[in-house]
């Protein structure tokens, strides 16, 4: 089992940037792949961007393409979403997610752990 924290949220002006963190409990976080997404209230949780156990793979929905950036460091036990360029409609609650997995899942009912989300909010 494994326990994730997410952190980093905040406000932001539109165009800046913002770097979430989730940290996770436990020694075997290489087996897991981790993913992010995003939840406004009344909505549906989306899918956001997903890293495969050792980086080597990534996928991001096309609205953050070329704005956002998956990462993860497993000697730190940590999964990072750079968010560059950020707009009004990034604003959300943002949840990291993980699966024991080779596999990159891109959707929440693929995904076991969960962390407790983070607020981003954009400004114009």
């Known amino acids: 089992q494994v326990q994730l924290v997410e952190s980093g949220g905040g406000l932001v002006q539109a165009g800046g940037s913002l770097r979430l963190s989730c940290a996770a409990s436990?020694?075997?976080?290489?087996?897991?792949?981790m993913g992010w997404f995003r939840q406004s209230p009344g909505k549906e949780r989306d899918f956001v961007a997903a890293?495969?156990?050792?980086?080597?793979?990534?996928a991001y929905i096309d609205s953050v393409k070329g704005r956002f950036i998956i990462s993860r460091d497993n000697a730190k036990n940590t999964v990072y979403l750079q968010m560059n360029s950020l707009k009004p409609e990034d604003t959300d609650v943002y949840y990291c997610?993980?699966?024991?997995?080779?596999?990159?899942?891109?959707?929440?009912?693929?995904?076991?752990?969960w962390g407790q989300g983070t607020q981003v909010t954009v400004s114009t």
């Open positions: 436990g020694r075997t976080f290489s087996s897991y792949a």
């Open positions: 890293i495969s156990r050792f980086g080597g793979t990534t």
């Open positions: 997610a993980a699966k024991p997995t080779w596999v990159l899942p891109k959707t929440v009912s693929h995904y076991d752990y």
